[in-house]
């Protein structure tokens, strides 16, 4: 297992990566603006953006009936805790007490205590706001102009979350865009194109799940192009996973301690029946044998999609915060809460009389602990414990933005990787962007990039930026590049 000692040091500060080419970085004054990607720029104002916790309270007004607030509170908000607080206020105010309204008073406190208690117990105590900030991948989420980007798994299509609520959605070097914006499209936490389907893309919010279906002729889509899901309880949504064939679309929630599995064309959801925490990162293998589930605990489950049965491990330092699939399905990799590593975890593809099986041990993979590098009689540290993680579909590359935390917070890491025999991943890398730019937010790659991998970054300050990885796309291979370190 290398760490970052192994890279070559980090460009100087006023130069860019502008590409690989044969694992060689190219510095430049700038990033690179390719012929045939739009030049994207997010400038959003403070007076649309801000949506706090408390957003949705500070519509309710005084004079509303206790009916109406429990019926917001349920509807809204789904919260039992919260609706019991509204019945013992307006117990609390009546002076007409009577022994039957005190002992209901009195249940009534019991069972918020045990409710409070349960929460606590198995979910994280924080606003929603807090719960995006906290669980979501992007790097600081609640500054960042851009809050989530994805590229369409079939086409040249690119969408961009922005930090006002608004998404747009680009393709090809066309510069016009499609603007989408709609009521319940509030704190946006992620975006999921749906597979198969050229128009359909899932937005994450804060109240539910914004499925809009697009008409490519329609710069501005109205309402009639939505479908709203969401569930009591099941709120904010901080991550979003398709089948690969799109027919399901997997949910997940810091609030709820269930999965919810999607049936989008019906509107119907079933929730995974489980316990450990909220739900944070999910990730539908590519093969659709395997779908990764993260709790808010140190547990994390592996469900099998032919029976829905999982396994599960839970003896790991902290939660699991980011990790990707292997193109074939048989490696996820991921990283831990607080922690300068990454592991894996390898599988075996279920056959006829063979459920699918996953290894019993997490292997540790890459080191990340900080490393200062001197060069030009100046140096740099740079290491720490990993925010979001982007895997290329030759998984060849693996892109790496550390917590805001770290040393080297404005740098990305790149890793050559290789699944095969063994999963290797060895730092080689890093991407600066312009001082102007600011941090890196969040990153991904495009599906079908030719002659190497193009990694696409969101940058705090509103850029979006494309740096073309030119090598070899070589299959399976029983060699070991480890060697040449």
Known sequence: MLGLSVANPPPPRGSVVREEINSEFIQAESFLQPADYPHIIVETQDWITGHSSDVQEAFLHPEQSTWEKLHHEWKVRGRVDGMLEILLERIGNDDDQQTAMTKIRSYLVNTLSLLRHL????????SDGDMLASFVQTSQWRDSEIRAIAW?????????GAKNDIVRVYEGSSERSISLKHRNQKSISCLAWRPLCKNELAVGCLSGIVLWHLDPNIARPSANSVQ?????GHSPIVDLTWSPWGKYLASSSPADRAMMIWEVSRDVATPTSQLGGGIGVIRWAPCGTHLFAATTSSLFRVWETRNWTCEKWSNMSNRCNCGCWSSDGQAFIFSISGE?????LRFVQPGDDVPAVGSKVCVKCVDLTPHTFTFNSQSETVGGAVQSLAWDPTNQRLAIILTADSPGSELVVICRTRVYPTVEIVPYGFIRGPDDYGYPSCIAFQNDFKSGALLTVGWTRGRVSYVPLYFHASGHTQSSFLEEF
């Open 119 to 126: 929460s606590t117990r198995f979910t994280p105590e924080l």
């Open 152 to 160: 369409h798994p079939d086409t040249a299509k690119i969408a961009v």
């Open 228 to 232: 709203f899901l969401s569930r009591p």
């Open 340 to 344: 300068a590593s990454i592991y894996c």
